[in-house]
Structure formats: C-alpha cells, structure tokens
C-alpha cells in the first residue's frame, strides 16, 4: 500500500487540471468523518452526547467544519467548535465552510478569546482533531500547545481528522506535542508518519477514507515509500511443491556464537529452520556448542576457538568443505567484537564477497565488524544488513537520534553507502531493497523490546533466502511475519511475558494468519 506524506499536490492537480473543485473534496472528507463520529456516539448509548471539534485556519480545520455542519444536520448530538484562527484568518474553501456554521445549530468559540477551553472539552463525549493536517512543519508553540494539551488532558474519546495533530506527516516525529487520539481518519491515502513511532502511538485506529480523488492520481504520486500488508505478504511467501526434498528449500549456514553468547547463535539456527530452511548448519565454537540446546535437525560445524571464546581467523579454512552445499549464509549474532573476529570477519567478507554467490544476512557483530572496516565495502543486493539504531549510527556515522527522527531516510542513506538491501530494526522496522521503495512494517509490540528478538528475525530472512525469495522480498516477508510472530505471543503470554524463543514458537501461527 502506497504511503503519501502530504497531499496537497494531488489536491491541486485534482482541482486544477481535472476540476473537481476543492469544496467537494472537504465536503467528502467531512461526511466522512462525521459519519464515524455518529457511529462511536451511537456506541455511547447517550442521549445527545456533546461533539467538539478543534479546527485550525487551514484546510485541515475546514474539514472539521464541513464535519462540524454534518454532524448538526442530524440533530442527534450537540456541536460545539473550538476555531483557533479568526475568520480573516481564513480563506477560501476554508472560510466557505466555516461562514455556513451560522446556519445551522452549531456553538462556536474561538480558542484565543475564549479562557473556558478546557471547560467546554472535559463537558465533551468526544473530541475531533482537525487543528494541523499534514503541511506541518514547525513545533506546535504558544496557544496551540495549550489547545493539544487541553485534549489530551479531558479524557474524551479523540478522533483525529487525516493524522494527530502535532505528528509529522512523513517521519512520525512528535513536533513539540500532539494531540493522542483513539481513532484517526485519513484521506485518499495514509502517510508515513501513521506508522512510524513516535507518530504510531498517536494514531490510535486507523481508518482510510475514499474523498473522490482519482485513484491513477494516487498511483501517479512519486512517493517511494509502501505499507507491508497481510496480502502483500501472502502473495510473496515461498511455495512449497509436492516434487521436492530438502535441497529443494536451500541450505542455511549460520555462522554465529562465542562461549559467552551460545544462545544467539542457536535461536538464529532454530529460526531458520522454523521458516522453513531445507537444511541449516550451525559453525560456532566448541565451547558455545556446549551450552546450547538444540534440536536434532541442526548440523553442527565446530570452529577452532581464541582463549577468550571467541572464533579465530584460521576457523576460515574450516568452512572450506561447507560451501558447496551452502545456497544462504547469516552470520553476525553472538560473534562478540575482538581483534581476532574481526580478522576473520574481514576474511568471511572478502569471501562472500567476491566469491561466495548466495544471498547473505549480517547482523549483530557482523555489522559491528563492518562499521570499522578502513575502506567501505561496496556489497550488492543480495546482501541483507539488519541494524537496530545504534548499529545503524555506527554503519553510517549519524547521530542516533536523528536515525529515529527519520527511519526512512537513515535506512536509504545506510542501503546506499553499503549498495545493501536493509532492515532496520526499530519500533517501526523499515526495509530498503534493490526497487528503491521504502516499506514500513506494521506488526510488532513492545514485548519484542528483549534480547534475541534480532536473532531469530536474522534467523527467519535466511530461512526465507534459502526458499529462493530474492533479497527484499525475503526481507520484507520475513520482518512481518517476525513481527506478526510477537503479536500472537503477546496475545498468548502478554507483552511482559514474552521473549525471544517465543518468536520462533509462534512463527507458525503467523504464517497460517497469513495464509488464510
């Protein structure tokens, strides 16, 4: 699904070259609101339960108006408006709308002259947002600050009109405040920021309504930037086929662990082999070997180890006889950062590199290694680098937070140094592939926020290379199916409940929630 940071240019192009006038379309995203709002009062089994709606000067607060004016011509709720810009503040389609209130029962207020704001929202059933829309592009200051809050603090149910007001558009960035709303209606066609945290946890339900713009107009847009769906993902799984065996569905190595950090490398195995690996070999140190349990169907490769438990640079030559064999490689989880992992790391890489012609996931101590090579490395796509922020700041040299302020941007700018297909792992996992499109996941929660949640999610992309999907598409399957897995746990365990080897316990039931 194609995500549109701001649509204004369509609006124009919908007003301007084909005529269908500007009126129309706030008319059509105001019954649509308004037609929401009707259907939680109705809910609330009150007799005419109270609506206020706060609306900017822009086109964003004529559609609370023309929502405003609907909502009146039912008679079955009590309208009031909170307008924060003066009438001659006004213009156009805006001002059209806001002149026609007069003539129905409607209580206007203007939130500057008016000292009794919080009064008359802590009176209110609910709540409608339409005070900024998606051309915002400074911190929300002054009375506006006092509007956002005045919201959020009178406990009514909020609806926000296209996104919460105060939530950047395009990277989900909090511009100060926003408002927190329990629903969000959007038009013609969601924006980035809907779904990217911070934004995300602003949004509440999202709905996306039709307002009458051409959809060769939506499609016509240049935004590069997508929403994985359940479909989406359905139509990308790998198929399995009755004539087939094990290297039918390709053959994992897992290059991962050291003595302290044996579990990494064995969820990543077992994760691989639960997304359907025909066959997974795990090379790891003798002594992490001894404190993993792992299921029977793992083949294990034992490494020579340095004294500090860690993988030597001669353990290169002892994967020699693995490679004819080998379709996918992940490595990275569990390797720890030493002098000696890095030599071998920087061999590995030459290999897989120049020589080696399979997809490969690096993650973790992969990355880590990565980052400080002296000369970039220029990969290719079937290269997958899957960094969480830090590792990102590290791989690209940008600040952490500004990596969080932007995910998109910091998640191109990372593919493009590295000529990779990336996921970055966040709240909001992105991924960007050899289409140059962006794609955001939805799935996932806040009991994912636990050691190991990487490894499996590396574990799960390799298992999905290994069934031939090519690098992006086995990036995004993978991360939305890893993220789905969390959310069936959650269901099952609670978010404070769940850990890691969840994830791999529940990656079936995804898969057929998926596949239904």
Aim: glycine share 10%; net charge negative; proline share 5%.
């Amino acid at each position: 699904m194609k995500l549109i940071p701001n649509l204004d240019p369509i609006d124009k192009r919908a007003i301007q070259e084909l005529g269908i006038p500007g009126i129309l379309l706030m008319e059509e995203a105001g019954r649509n609101v308004a037609a929401k709002v009707l259907y939680l009062a109705e809910k609330m089994d009150m007799r005419k339960p109270q609506v206020t709606l706060v609306c900017g000067k822009g086109n964003n607060g004529g559609d609370g108006f023309a929502c405003a004016r609907k909502l009146a011509m039912t008679g079955s709720v009590q309208v009031v408006v909170i307008h924060a810009g003066l009438p001659e503040e006004m213009k156009g389609d805006t001002l059209a709308n806001f002149k026609l209130l007069k003539h129905y029962p409607v209580t206007t207020i203007h939130a500057v002259m008016d000292d009794q704001i919080s009064e008359t929202l802590a009176t209110s059933a609910i709540v409608v947002d339409a005070l900024f829309g998606s051309g915002l592009s400074r911190s929300i200051e002054g009375y506006h600050r006092d509007l956002v809050n005045a919201i959020n603090e009178c406990g009514a149910y909020t609806v926000a009109v296209d996104l919460p007001s105060g939530v950047h558009s395009a990277t989900g960035e909090v511009m100060g405040v926003a408002v927190q709303s329990d629903y969000t209606v959007t038009f013609a066609a969601p924006k980035p920021g809907l779904y990217l945290y911070p934004g995300k946890g602003y949004t509440g339900q999202v709905d996306v309504v039709d307002i009458g713009i051409p959809p060769t107009l939506i499609e016509g847009d240049p935004s590069r930037v997508n929403l994985m769906t359940s479909k989406m993902i359905r139509n990308r799984m790998p198929q399995r086929k009755g004539l087939s065996h094990k290297y039918s569905y390709g053959s994992v190595l897992v290059i991962a662990g050291s003595r302290d950090m044996s579990g990494a490398a064995a969820m990543v195995a077992m994760a691989a082999l639960n997304a359907g690996a025909g066959l997974v070999t795990l090379a790891s140190v003798k002594s992490a070997f001894e404190r993993m349990q792992l299921p029977p169907e793992i083949i294990c490769h034992t490494l020579p180890e340095s004294p500090e438990g860690g993988i030597t640079p001669e353990a290169f030559e002892t994967l020699a006889p693995l490679w004819e064999k080998t379709t996918t490689v992940a490595f990275g989880p569990g390797l720890t950062h030493s002098d000696s992992v890095q030599a071998f790391t920087e061999r590995l890489l030459q290999y897989l590199i120049h020589q080696f012609t399979g997809p490969v996931v690096v993650d973790a101590d992969g990355l880590n290694c990565l980052s400080v090579l002296s000369q970039v490395p220029q990969l290719s796509s079937r290269f997958i680098l899957t960094p969480h922020l830090g590792e990102c700041a590290r791989l690209t040299g940008l600040d952490k937070h500004a990596i969080q302020n932007d995910l998109l941007t910091a998640c191109q700018k990372t593919a493009e140094k590295y000529n990779a297909t990336v996921a970055l792992k966040s709240a909001s996992t992105v991924v960007y592939g050899s289409n140059q499109r962006l794609w955001i996941n939805p799935t996932g929660n806040p009991g994912m926020a636990t050691a190991g949640s990487g490894d499996v999610l590396t574990g799960i992309i390799a298992g999905f290379l290994a069934q031939g999907l090519p690098p992006d598409r086995a990036a995004r399957v993978g991360v939305y199916l890893h993220g789905l897995a969390g959310d069936k746990a959650a269901e099952a365990l609670t978010e404070y409940c769940l850990t890691a080897t969840d994830l791999i316990e529940y990656l079936a039931e995804a898969i057929q929630t998926v596949q239904a």
